[in-house]
């Protein structure tokens, strides 16, 4: 994550110098495409293959990319083409990435410790935020855009023997019974539709890479029993990536708490990053806090979340984390509505340090319901659906969100996007499976 944000300060950096703001501003988007598009079908290679093969090769990829950049930049000035080129690959590289790290956790630790990690991660994003920008500053103070590539590129490397480092477990044995437990079963049709057919495995119970089992309803060689007279079996069609797309978004849909929860992270997403991007700067602009100014209210808010995942990495699970995750949210909504009608910086400080612990909350908590609610077979294919909300969808509130300021003001955008975000928690509060969803103790 470090790697990360020295790699957008030196992208961005580069962008500017070498083409005009609009031009610099298109690089720097460029990665969004790809990433949203190809994120569902980087699901689906999470799960057939094993997050940790695809974690290792992706980071992989990922450092060799850029150290190439870095080397020729140090040689020549190719201009903006290498700088998009490299965007759209790392756009590509994090669609396959990002769903094979949601899918990790469950392999590495039991369901019981899957809350505190979330909140070891949340820790290490707040982490990379505060560490990564200046030292991807101080790589281009030094020596341009070609040394802070490099530097991004070393830290991507050293990233990759700890992945390799890392030992995996079998899928949990009660990961069919959490699915069970918890889909859709309303009716015996709904669930005929839903649910993966029973499977008698023909292969070893799992792949120590942390791949799906090879009798896995998504895995190539599963055989299904006989459902007239339980004969011999017969071998079903080899599973395609499409049809194990098809039976991951099947697997949300008829999920009691999935479903309502990803639509409770993306309503969530979509009222918060506009104001808290892109709304800030133009509020900090129109109250004249100044860059200052704006700085404290970035750091108080970024306090309070990190203050958050340290809550729920030092304790592990909170009681009722299904109402507890809604009223987080509902409460983070009236402080972003807020935060557009208090006057001075010492108030707004406040205000976002209520925003950063509430929504951090909130949204560690629904990242650990994710994680804990989803059978680690398809936790790759959840985790992408998750992650076009947030990183697809999401961002493209920013320039709407800039419009919006521009014709009506900052008080009636935040407040409307606070109604949005509220809506996530309402959402939460209204579906009773979700509503009453625990954390593993």
């Known amino acids: 994550m470090i790697g990360d944000n020295v790699f957008y300060i030196a992208l961005s950096w580069a962008a500017v110098r070498s083409g005009t703001p609009s031009q610099a501003g298109l690089v720097m988007a460029v990665s969004a495409v790809p990433r949203a598009l190809l994120m569902l079908g980087g699901g689906v290679v999470a799960d057939r293959f094993g997050p940790r093969r695809v974690v290792i090769g992706s980071d992989a990829v990922r450092c060799a990319a850029v150290l190439t950049v870095a080397a020729l930049l140090f040689v020549a000035h190719p201009g903006l083409w290498l700088l998009a080129l490299l965007a759209v690959v790392f756009g590509i590289v994090d669609a ?7 899918a990790l956790p469950a392999r590495v630790t039991g369901r019981d410790q899957l809350a505190r990690v979330q909140g070891m991660r949340g820790l290490a994003v707040r982490f990379a935020n505060v ?3 200046p030292l991807g500053g101080l790589g281009v103070a030094l020596g341009g855009s070609a040394t802070a590539f490099a530097l991004a590129g070393l830290l991507i490397a050293v990233s990759v023997p700890l992945l390799i480092s890392v030992r995996m477990r079998e899928t949990p044995p009660d990961g069919g019974a959490n699915t069970a437990n918890t889909a859709n079963t309303a009716n015996t049709a709904d669930t ?3 649910a993966p057919a029973p499977v008698e495995a023909v292969g070893p119970p799992g792949d120590p890479d942390g791949a799906p089992a090879r009798g896995d309803a998504s895995g190539p060689h599963a055989r299904v029993p006989d459902a007239e007279d339980g004969a011999a079996a017969v071998p079903e069609r080899p599973a395609t990536a499409w049809r194990d797309l098809r039976d991951g978004l099947r697997y949300i849909r008829g999920h ?5 929860l990803i639509v409770t992270i993306a309503l969530g997403d979509l009222g918060f990053v ?3 991007n892109v ?3 133009l509020l900090a602009d129109r109250r004249g806090w100044g860059a200052s100014g704006m700085g404290l209210v970035v750091a108080a808010f970024g ?4 203050a958050a995942a340290l809550l729920l990495a030092w304790r592990g699970t909170l009681p009722r984390a299904g109402s507890a995750g809604a009223a987080a949210l509902l409460g983070g909504s009236v402080a972003i509505g807020a935060l557009a009608q208090v006057p001075g910086v010492g108030a707004a400080v406040g205000v976002a340090l209520a925003i950063g612990l509430l929504a951090g909350l909130s949204g560690a908590l629904c990242g650990a319901l994710l994680q804990t609610q989803s059978d680690p077979a398809y936790l790759g294919r959840v985790t992408a659906v998750a992650g076009i909300v947030s990183l697809g969808l999401a961002p493209l509130s920013m320039p709407l969100t800039a419009a919006a300021i521009g014709w009506w003001g900052t008080g009636p955008v935040f407040a409307g996007s606070a109604v949005v975000c509220g809506l996530g928690g309402v959402v939460a509060l209204a579906v009773r499976d979700l509503r009453r969803a625990e954390l593993p103790r």
């Open 192 to 194: 005929a539709d839903t």
């Open 131 to 133: 560490v990564g920008a």
């Open 279 to 281: 709304g800030l700067a």
């Open 303 to 306: 306090a309070g979340a990190g």
């Open 96 to 102: 396959v990435f990002m769903p094979a790290v949601g």
């Open 256 to 260: 009691r708490v999935l479903a309502p």
């Open 274 to 276: 506009g104001p808290l």
